[in-house]
């Protein structure tokens, strides 16, 4: 009753109270609505944004195209980023060539890309097997008619599995369609730009003999290590002054991060290593035993190398293992277990049989409508099969049952196969083909298919092998790395920010590492995949002198442990004469320094090269075949001294220069020899070498592109 009682006392104050709450909740509610919504763009170019629907879109696109033309189903984490910076940077290039190209009224026509299909020999051909000429490797105009021919007669009912493959192709030919035309454009802006340098005959006869004019010169320099640090003096507004000078060098077009992290990769203890000892002596001890079904045995050892019953080539098996083949005595004999360093495992394999197979093997097949039963398939098979034997002509036979190519021969080689993953029919079919013999016909069920096939032709007859390995993995146990994680964890618990890590961390075993501009567009930190976690965190929720969670089960093995600082934010901007002033204070020590050995030298009225000689600190060198079109590199000084070259062709025979100052000393030089390579000049040459590396330095302008574009990229925040 009390304490109703005081509730009821207090009644005003609690309805305003619950009205403030409610007001809160609703007001959130409503702040929710008004707000601007958070971008979901990844990034922009000249200020047009791409969303992150419309990139993952781009990624999807030419994830599809590697796959399908490399015969995989999925990418890998590590291919699957590389595809993503691909992606956008290819983005970018054409967007940037888009906007140039339209201001200059530049386009493609459709005339364009039919020339470029009629001639067949762009790079991006190579990369689609299925309009390839099986003969002669190279793009097969008539193929692709062929093929666009049978993507059109698809009705949307087609449903089967030939009519999806179809439309996957067809989906990668649009792609590539757009390439070519985005590439055309590109290689039409490029032109333009490159004929704005034209090489003409005085440039190709300077160019010439800047390279065929080869000099021998004596030198003599004191090095700017031999003036002690300590006696040069640096004033602030020295400092000023040349950072005035030089602000534009120190222009920074993104924002970056400085960072320092530590990278616990977690190894196997003794204990572990021990226990993977006896693992693989007891799958070596199966292997032994075996008599057959391998690929049960290789399973149940959980090796990572699966078994196939198909003639291998040596180049097929992991490098260790093909090292060791012609070790092997004969079929039957197991060898190792041995430590592999190669993939950190206790690796062993036996030998079950070598032959000499064919590298690659012609044939011609026939396979039975998917859209019969099992009963029509089985008896039009042997029909078929029959007719052939009886005399009947293949190629017809094929026609009349819709196959590719009208039954063409084809070639299968190693390569196509070796390497790859196969399911059981495959072996199945494969092991056929690679067991017939020329004229051999077969009629063979894979699945609920009948393959009636002819092996025409084998060549390259190669040793080749049938080997079961099994590979087990020296890894770390759960309790080792719980072991370390803990470890990390109250280091990290105990010194909670940047300035207690860089103080504690090599007492407790850990290097701290230190990172400087890293950039959001970067897939990983210190080079361990599976860190974008930790790269948000950095850009996003980090400010100077925090410390990160831990991040753990990371790496290509999930064996890392990483834990990262953020020492300073770097703005987009000019950085400060702070940031920059130690390398504007080695410069002017250097000059410094030029000038201190300059007056030396002066006072000190040298003027033979004995003299320079003998002057202290001095070294000597003998500089040969020193060319106008290349940097010469002083070995005595261990600089690269471009003007030693300038000197070289405008310096005067047997007469001593005057003190020279070059990067990394002050020099004087006697030009004593002179040699001309054994070359005609041919005009011509000259100047396409010259066209060559004006387009090279045309090829630079999208850099400044670039620059002006404003490229803005958040791809980290979403992948």
Do not use: C
Not at 161 to 173: D, F, M, P, S
Request: proline share 4%.
């Amino acid at each position: 009753m009390a304490t109703l009682q005081k509730i009821r006392s207090k009644g005003p104050l609690l309805v305003i109270v619950i009205g403030l709450a409610l007001f809160a909740f609703i007001a959130g509610d409503a702040w929710k609505v008004v707000q601007p919504h958070q971008s979901r763009d990844v990034g922009e170019v000249n200020g047009e944004a791409l969303s992150v629907e419309a990139y993952q879109a781009m990624v999807d696109e030419y994830s599809e195209m590697v796959k399908l033309t490399q015969g995989i189903s999925s990418l890998t984490d590590e291919q699957s980023s590389q595809l993503r910076d691909q992606v956008w940077g290819t983005y970018v290039n054409n967007k940037l060539v888009e906007k140039e190209a339209k201001a200059l009224g530049l386009t493609v026509t459709d005339a364009e890309i039919q020339d470029i299909l009629n001639t067949g020999t762009h790079p991006i051909f190579q990369m689609l097997p299925f309009f390839m000429n099986p003969q002669t490797r190279r793009f097969d105009r008539d193929a692709l008619n062929k093929f666009l021919v049978q993507y059109a007669a698809l009705t949307p009912e087609n449903n089967s599995q030939t009519a999806e493959e179809i439309r996957q192709v067809y989906k990668v030919w649009q792609l590539v369609q757009k390439t070519l035309r985005e590439n055309r454009l590109a290689e039409k802006y490029q032109a333009i730009i490159s004929k704005a340098l034209l090489a003409n005959p005085v440039g190709a006869q300077d160019a010439f003999d800047a390279r065929v004019n080869q000099y021998n010169l004596q030198m003599a320099a004191i090095p700017y290590s031999s003036v002690p640090d300590s006696t040069i003096q640096v004033k602030e507004s020295e400092l000023k002054d040349l950072y005035k000078q030089k602000k534009e060098e120190f222009k920074q077009y993104q924002e970056t991060r400085d960072i320092k992290y530590i990278d616990v990769q977690v190894t196997a203890s003794a204990e572990d290593k021990a226990a993977t000892q006896k693992e693989a002596d007891e799958g070596a001890d199966q292997l032994k035993a075996a008599t057959g079904d391998y690929a049960s045995v290789v399973r149940f050892a959980r090796s990572e190398t699966p078994y196939v019953d198909l003639f291998y080539s040596k180049s097929a098996f992991p490098a260790d293992v093909a090292a060791r083949l012609d070790s092997v005595s004969g079929a039957g004999e197991v060898y190792g277990p041995y430590n592999s360093v190669m993939d950190n495992t206790l690796t062993s394999f036996k030998l079950i049989a070598k032959d000499n197979r064919p590298d690659s093997i012609q044939y011609r097949r026939i396979q039975l409508p998917a859209n019969l039963d099992a009963t029509q398939v089985t008896t039009t098979a042997d029909s078929v099969y029959k007719a052939i034997k009886g005399g009947a002509d293949f190629a017809e036979l094929a026609k009349k049952y819709g196959q590719p190519g009208d039954g063409e021969p084809i070639w299968l080689a190693s390569s196509q196969y070796e390497r790859t993953q196969l399911d059981e029919n495959s072996v199945k079919y494969i092991g056929a083909i690679d067991d017939a013999q020329p004229k051999q016909l077969q009629n063979m069920q894979i699945g609920q298919a009948h393959i009636i096939f002819e092996v025409m032709a084998r060549k390259a007859m190669v040793p080749k092998y049938k080997v079961a390995v099994v590979k087990t993995p020296i890894n770390f146990s759960d309790e080792t790395y719980n072991r370390a994680y803990n470890d990390l964890s109250q280091f990290v618990a105990a010194n909670g920010t940047l300035e207690k890590m860089e103080a504690n961390a090599e007492e407790a075993g850990y290097r701290l590492l230190d990172r400087s501009d890293l950039g959001s567009a970067e897939n990983v930190i210190g080079g361990v995949r599976g860190t974008k976690e930790a790269l948000r965190w950095v850009f996003d929720k980090a400010k100077p002198g925090q410390v990160s969670p831990l991040y753990d089960r990371i790496g290509n093995n999930n064996d890392h442990i990483l834990v990262v600082a953020l020492a300073r934010v770097n703005p987009e901007g000019y950085r400060s004469i702070n940031d920059v002033q130690g390398q504007l204070r080695a410069e002017l020590v250097k000059d410094k320094k030029a000038e201190k050995i300059m007056a030396d030298l002066k006072a000190a009225n040298a003027t033979t090269l004995e003299q320079y000689e003998a002057l202290p600190g001095a070294v000597t060198d003998t500089l040969k075949l020193v060319t106008f079109s290349a940097p010469a590199y002083i070995p005595s000084l261990h600089s690269s001294e471009p003007l030693v070259s300038a000197y070289a062709s405008a310096g005067e025979m047997g007469k001593l220069s005057a003190p020279i100052k070059g990067n990394a000393g002050v020099m004087v030089l006697n030009k004593y020899g002179e040699e001309k390579l054994n070359e005609t000049f041919d005009e011509k040459t000259e100047e396409t070498t010259l066209e060559n590396t004006y387009t090279r330095l045309a090829s630079r302008l999208m850099q400044d592109l670039y620059l002006k574009a404003k490229v803005k990229d958040d791809r980290y925040k979403f992948f």
